[in-house]
């Protein structure tokens, strides 16, 4: 099976940093674009940052500046460096990736695979 699997969220004071890790793992025969996306109380997930296997990013306009989006193709893994939150960041993060993967002898392609999430709490 394949699992996404997030960490580094937390709680951080108003202008602090967090980096986010999400990596990869199980029977995966390519990974194409990955993302983080966000949710907070109330609200619909949203698209944070995405960057294809080939480093081209996309970021949302309420994170540009503040947030950096990569990854290390080796590893599967996708990171998401945050700086200067604020408390508007607070959210359950979500990795997401379009990967191919194999399942018994037949490969199959999921354009939207999601990790569990991970809180991130800005506050004082």
């Known amino acids: 099976q394949v699992q996404l699997v997030e960490s580094g969220g937390g709680l951080v004071q108003p202008g602090g940093s967090l980096r986010l890790s999400c990596a990869a793992s199980?029977?995966?025969?390519?990974?194409?674009?990955m993302g983080w996306y966000r949710q907070a109380p109330g609200k619909e997930r949203e698209l944070v940052a995405t960057?294809?296997?080939?480093?081209?990013?996309h970021y949302a306009d309420s994170v540009k500046g503040r947030f950096t989006i990569s990854r290390d193709n080796a590893l599967n893994t996708v990171y998401l460096q945050m700086n200067s939150l604020k408390p508007e960041d607070t959210a359950v993060y979500y990795c997401?990736?379009?990967?191919?993967?194999?399942?018994?002898?037949?490969?199959?392609?999921?354009?939207?695979?999601w990790g569990q999430g991970t809180q991130v709490t800005v506050s004082q």
């Open positions: 960057i294809t296997n080939g480093g081209s990013t």
């Open positions: 997401n990736a379009d990967l191919t993967y194999l399942s018994g002898t037949k490969y199959f392609r999921d354009y939207d695979y």
């Open positions: 199980g029977s995966i025969f390519s990974i194409n674009t």
